[in-house]
């Protein structure tokens, strides 16, 4: 199985260990993308107008920190990607705490999409950064039509024969989608909280139940050893760990998408 995840914009404040070495990253083939976009990225925000730069970044004066952060990426100590994302859904998932047989589950199959490095795994090396799918860098352009174009080979190669469970938001999900027989094995998740009303239960998308649920989810089926083939095993393997979940109707060539209810974190 292969489970793809979005980054967190909080992130480690610092990485502890060795420079940053783009050949020693998974997924080999994304190598020269990587250095481009990160080339990109650091002279961008080492560049002397910091207003261009916050701006190509989505980022506002009071984040100015973060384009010195990036600046020095290229020679930043690392850490594991999996330390280095600290948002709502990291913390949920507390791959620290996981048992060591869902560890190695993690490190083999969880994927996190990113605007700067395309795709990496939770053991892969590499600086905090900040690089959001939605920057535009001079030279590479919105980063989201630039993975469109590089990563589609990475994540076929990666995805296998399992089931793919894809997680991401949508700016990151728009860099690939699965297509033919390998979509027919992906399931996406949409989480909805369900509240009661004068009028009825009202079900919407509520951001911190989205990534919360998300991460416990993952931290679940790893726990418990899940390693469905098919679209169809994985919505099982949910069920079976109590998640109420809503079947959308099956399109041939696409993935199957279902909605997790959830009432409380």
Known sequence: MLILLPPSEGKADAG????LDLARLSLPELTPARAEVLAALVGLCAGPDEAVALAALGLTPGLAGELRRNARLERAATTEAGRVYTGVLYE????VTLP??????????????????????????????????????PGVGALSAYWRRALAPAMESAAGGGAVLDLRSGAYAATWAPRGELAERTVTVRV????????????????HFNKATKGRLVRELLTAGALPRRAGELVTALRDLKYPVVEHPATAGRPRSVDIVVTQL
Do not use: M
Not at 16 to 19: A, F, I, N, Q, Y
Not at 92 to 95: I, N, P, Q, S
Not at 102 to 129: C, E, K, N
């Open 100 to 137: 060591p047989a869902a560890q190695r589950a993690a490190r083999r199959s969880v994927l996190v999409s990113s605007g700067l490095w395309g795709a990496v795994r939770l053991t892969d090396r590499i600086p905090p950064y900040r690089c959001p799918i939605g920057a535009r860098l």
């Open 16 to 19: 502890t260990g060795r420079r």
């Open 192 to 207: 909805l909280h369900e509240r009661d009303t004068p009028d009825g239960p009202v079900r919407s998308v509520v951001s």
């Open 92 to 95: 949920a998932l507390d791959l």
